[in-house]
């Protein structure tokens, strides 16, 4: 199993999005009686030093324990977030996560971390489907995420086969998280109902 311990490393949270298909900014929804982006940052915080917040709009997020970081590059979506995160994080390597995953687990987190050395991604793949913002990237993908965005190119997946990639498959994810709660999110009103639900069932 990875270690976490041995190298030091960043953590970003993309608190970016333009909430479209929610009509109203995510970020700020409740789950579990507060904000769900407070519930992230509560979770990612003990895991690193250097906590960053991307995000375009600074004073809704002035309160929250993060470094705040506005996209380099604005309007390139979730992958112009990642790439700002590469570029001001303090460390070579930055677990990247949504501000709207409300059940990330911290073991499962450290492992992915543990196994960054050698790899510039390290990414969770449930059913052939890369979870790209709970992933750790470094900092050698930069050049090529730079080249993509400035092409208008931004599927994320779309330089991985510039890069070294270690996936991390459904049987070593469910160790840890056997409900893949993880990666839940919330897109939809639908989504935040449920994500309610199990907050309220958790808790």
């Given amino acids: 199993m990875g ?90 390597h930055c677990l990247v996560v949504a501000c709207d995953m409300p059940f990330l687990n911290a073991e499962l987190l450290r492992y992915l971390i543990g196994l960054a050395p050698g790899y510039d991604v390290v990414i969770p793949r449930v059913e052939e489907f890369p979870e790209t913002l709970h992933a750790v990237y470094g900092k050698r993908c930069l050049e090529p995420i730079q080249r993509r965005l400035l092409a208008g190119q931004l599927k994320i997946v779309g330089f991985f086969d510039e890069v070294r990639v270690r996936y991390v498959e459904r049987d070593d994810i469910a160790r840890f998280d056997p409900q893949f709660r993880s990666f839940m999110n919330m897109n939809t009103p639908a989504d935040w109902e449920r994500v309610q639900q199990l907050a309220m069932q958790e808790g």
């Fill in 3 to 92: 270690n976490a311990t041995t190298f030091a490393f960043s953590v970003a949270v993309l608190a970016g999005g333009q909430s479209q298909r929610m009509g109203r900014d995510k970020a700020f929804l409740p789950v579990g009686g507060r904000p769900v982006v407070e519930r992230v940052l509560e979770r990612v915080a003990p895991l690193s030093d250097d906590v960053l917040l991307i995000a375009n709009a600074h004073a809704p997020y002035g309160h929250l324990a993060a470094r705040l970081v506005g996209d380099v590059y604005p309007g390139k979506g979730s992958l112009g977030g990642i790439y700002t995160a590469l570029q001001a994080a303090r460390y070579d």
